[in-house]
């Protein structure tokens, strides 16, 4: 269960006793606080001593609506890991809006056999929790949140519990008119992504490596897992051709422990070594995880991330005391927000390496997890692509894209919206 001591990342100093719904410390006027979607805050607004846990204890969310929708998006080409196999996008957007008229935006992500709803689910969950908030008194954010967790526990509802966490925090910000990234920290307003290459032929990967070479990514991450003899001439077939890229693999637990050793000593031959392996056994294997974690970095200098193993704060915990992974890869669709945030802080506290990712999202979710990173700065990873993989883009406005770099302007809370009457 999420902790209100667990954020103490975000205190620059300790912070004094603060009584119930006092008004926050902002330089902002209190007569502005609403600022819309495609506003930006003044540019004599100072937020520097803003705190994300004054936030939490202070302000008072009313919500006037709550209400899902499916946001179903097509894919430029299917998209293949070793666990699952995805031809079209078909999640779920959250639209929240605050009796101060501010409107917040979330999504739901769905991918088969890694999140644990089906859009179906994900609807009627989303469903009750909007009509929770809409017939709730006001209360402190974070006694929402509470509220929604309650709603929305654990892993069987993380991805849903997210979307709706999302768009409260988003219409939060709006309405005391700062953005996302400055909300968490301000460390950047940019980040820089590396991009996948899913489970696909020599030749098209070839092709996709050329593409994203001219594109500007320096990193390329590969989807591998099924087949190590493929696995290997894919891996060749991109070196060919982008031979200066950095490279992350990721089997998807699609490898037994003595096949993701023998991957790395076949890239070694090749003169290939990976800045990161990810996720290169059963989630459930925590024998094999620790066995090719230690391999990896005794023999070769390359890091483990726990990705699928690491799918709650007990999971961590595991990871940290046994010594299992080196790096952490966070997403917000596994563990929530707030799950994220404390996920985070035992990490730093425990001197893992942080990686964020997603799954297969638009901007809306993206965006947000890209104002999270930038904003907190901690994460040495990256993977924040999948909007580049989609063949239509829904959301308005929100971050802009310049080749691997995304940067964050000055809109207030992440700063993306859909035109809700086009969506189905």
Not at 215 to 234: E, R, S
Request: aromatic share 8%; charged share 20%; hydrophobic share 45%.
């Amino acid at each position: 269960m999420f902790s209100m001591g667990s954020l103490s990342f975000f205190q620059k100093a300790p912070l004094k006793p603060l009584k119930p719904h006092k008004p926050l410390n902002l330089q902002i006027p209190i007569s502005c606080l609403c600022v819309k979607n495609s506003m930006e805050v003044p540019a004599t607004a100072s937020v520097t001593n803003f705190e994300f846990k004054d936030l939490m204890e202070t302000f008072t969310v009313e919500v006037q609506k709550a209400e899902n929708r499916p946001l179903n998006v097509p894919l430029i080409a299917p998209f293949t890991i070793a666990s699952s196999r995805l031809d079209k996008v078909e999640n779920v957007a959250i639209r929240i809006e605050l009796k101060d008229g501010c409107v917040g935006w979330g999504e739901a992500p769905i991918l088969p056999f890694v999140t644990a709803e089906d859009q179906p689910t994900a609807m009627a969950k989303a469903k009750e929790a909007c009509e929770v908030l809409k017939s709730s008194s006001a209360m402190t954010l974070g006694a929402v949140l509470g509220q929604i967790a309650g709603v929305l526990p654990g892993h069987q509802f993380a991805s849903v519990r997210a979307g709706v966490e999302m768009a409260l925090v988003d219409a939060v910000a709006k309405s005391i008119g700062i953005p996302l990234w400055r909300l968490f920290g301000g460390a950047s307003n940019t980040i820089t992504t590396d991009i996948t290459i899913p489970i696909v032929s020599p030749a098209e990967a070839h092709a996709l490596a050329t593409k994203y070479q001219r594109q500007g990514f320096k990193t390329l991450k590969l989807k591998v897992g099924k087949n190590l003899k493929a696995d290997i001439k894919v891996l060749q077939a991109i070196r060919a051709v982008h031979p200066d890229c950095s490279f992350i693999l990721d089997a998807n637990e699609g490898y037994r422990p003595e096949e993701a050793i023998e991957v790395l000593a076949r890239l070694h031959e090749m003169g290939v070594t990976p800045v990161l392996f990810e996720q290169p056994v059963h989630r459930d294997d925590w024998e094999g995880l620790g066995r090719v974690s230690r391999y990896a970095k005794s023999k070769y200098g390359v890091s483990v991330a726990a990705d699928e193993s690491c799918r709650s704060l007990v999971d961590v915990k595991k990871i940290v005391e046994e010594e299992l992974a080196d790096v952490v890869n966070i997403k917000l669709a596994k563990v929530g927000v707030l799950g994220a945030l404390e996920i985070i802080e035992l990490a730093r506290a425990s001197g893992l390496y942080l990686m964020i990712g997603g799954m297969v999202e638009t901007r809306l979710a993206m965006g947000f997890a890209g104002h999270l990173a930038a904003g907190l700065g901690c994460f040495k990873f990256v993977d924040l692509d999948t909007p580049l993989l989609l063949s239509e883009d829904p959301v308005l406005e929100g971050y802009e894209v310049l080749g691997a770099v995304y940067k964050f302007t000055n809109s207030t809370g992440h700063g993306g919206f859909l035109y809700w009457e086009n969506i189905a």
